[in-house]
């Protein structure tokens, strides 16, 4: 998340495994695999946002597998401001989210 907030695309791809698939839609488009995609994706989306918050609710742990519950709230550069509600899921690998 530091990284993140830092618009470090290298620093938060250190957190995720070389086969990520990253379902970042909601089921609007495909999921992302490898880490080229995920950079892509990551630097496309840094050109319209300035800041991001979450706020998570609730989540359970499992195994290597992380369930949560929050919302995402995006400002954009000219100001806006998007809040997203989400369930999403956290499978991890080799200490590395993998989904």
């Given at each position: 998340?530091?990284?993140?907030?830092?618009?470090?695309?290298e620093?938060?791809?250190?957190?995720?495994?070389?086969?990520?698939?990253?379902?970042?839609?909601?089921?609007?488009?495909?999921?992302?695999?490898?880490?080229?995609?995920?950079?892509?994706?990551?630097?496309?989306?840094?050109?319209?946002?300035?800041d991001t918050?979450?706020?998570?609710?609730?989540?359970?742990?499992i195994?290597?597998?992380?369930w949560?519950?929050?919302?995402?709230?995006?400002?954009?550069?000219?100001?806006?401001?998007?809040?997203?509600?989400?369930?999403?899921?956290l499978?991890f690998?080799?200490?590395?989210?993998?989904?």
């Amino acid at each position: 998340m530091a990284a993140w907030k830092q618009n470090d695309n290298e620093d938060v791809l250190r957190h995720v495994h070389d086969d990520i698939v990253w379902n970042n839609s909601g089921g609007f488009r495909t999921p992302l695999r490898g880490k080229a995609e995920m950079r892509r994706s990551l630097t496309q989306m840094a050109h319209g946002i300035e800041d991001t918050e979450w706020r998570l609710f609730d989540y359970a742990e499992i195994g290597n597998t992380v369930w949560m519950e929050g919302v995402d709230e995006f400002i954009g550069k000219n100001g806006t401001r998007k809040a997203i509600p989400y369930a999403g899921v956290l499978e991890f690998r080799d200490d590395l989210i993998v989904h």
